[in-house]
């Protein structure tokens, strides 16, 4: 006994295909006026289901992510500063890296676009397929620091097991508390272990993470294990924040103030 389409989309909602429910119609229509044969409309069919759990998938990882754009590097503008390294960026977003549970170091002048590329590199990462954790780091540290011990091992856990974490402008702070240094730590050590990838971006030269720790041995054990395995990228050059603050004070009328920007860095 055949079932009527209202049975059909009831049964397709109680078997959770909500691709197929969402253009039964369409391709009924369309293997009806087309005269398809059966297995290249039920393939269709099947097709649109499997688009829609990809899309899903992908919107799920991208939520877990933390990440607050979808960038890419082609809305990078190479020309502004020639001498970025244009090629290991690029070399980063074929995330051969992660496959190889190497780690990423981006460090450079404030407003040179070490975020967007981090967050493009990211972005990239779960639409291939990878868990991704991306915290602005000071700020993330601080809100570790307030949460309860079992706050934080489920916390801890959740960013040891993503395949990249991003640290993003770590150091934004000229110091770090005492538990900030220690999580950091934690992290690197135990990522080190288990060959996971970090990003990390940070306004300050590496010779100075001691200062910023304020602990010199922890600043060396921490570098040791992240740049054992590393990609560390120098970005130099002017800043796209004063070029856009420019561009804008030129078109606004005098003394109208100009919205804000995005603020790479």
């Known amino acids: ?12 909602r109680a078997l959770r295909l909500s691709g197929i429910s969402a253009t039964l119609q369409t391709r009924v229509v369309q ?4 005269q398809q044969p059966f297995l290249e409309t039920f393939s269709l069919i099947l097709q649109d289901e499997l688009d829609r759990r990809r899309s899903r998938l992908l919107e799920r990882r991208y939520q877990q992510s933390g990440l607050d754009e979808r960038a890419a590097l082609a809305d990078f503008d190479w020309r502004f500063n020639p001498k970025l390294p244009r090629a290991a960026c ?7 890296f992660i496959a190889e549970g190497h780690n990423a170091l981006i460090v450079g002048k404030p407003g040179t676009g070490k975020s967007h590329i981090a967050k493009a590199v990211a972005y990239q990462a779960t639409l291939a397929g990878h868990a991704v954790r991306y915290l602005e780091a000071d700020s993330a540290f601080v809100q570790y620091a307030l949460g309860s011990p079992a706050e934080q091992r489920q916390h801890l856990r959740a960013l ?20 900030a240094g220690e999580l950091l730590q934690a992290l690197v050590h135990q990522r080190y272990k288990l060959k996971r ?10 010779q100075d993470w001691g200062k910023y720790l304020g602990d010199a041995t922890m600043a060396a054990t921490i570098l040791d294990r992240l740049m054992h395995r590393a990609h560390l ?26 919205p804000a920007a995005d603020q790479p860095s």
Do not use: W
């Not at 006994?1 to 059909?8: D, F, G, H, L, V």
């Not at 004070?249 to 003394?255: N, R, Y």
């Open 90 to 96: 690029f070399e980063l977003h074929t995330l051969k």
């Open 197 to 206: 990838s970090i990003m990390v971006t940070s306004n300050r030269v590496v």
């Open 233 to 258: 990228l120098e970005f130099e050059g002017r800043s796209y924040r004063l070029k856009e603050a420019a561009n804008r004070l030129a078109l606004s009328p005098l003394g109208t103030p100009a």
């Open 160 to 179: 040891l097991e993503a395949d990249l974490l991003v640290l993003d402008d770590l150091f934004l702070a000229r110091r770090i508390g005492e538990g």
């Open 31 to 34: 293997a009806q006026a087309c």
């Open 1 to 12: 006994m055949s079932m009527s389409m209202t049975e059909i989309e009831r049964a397709l």
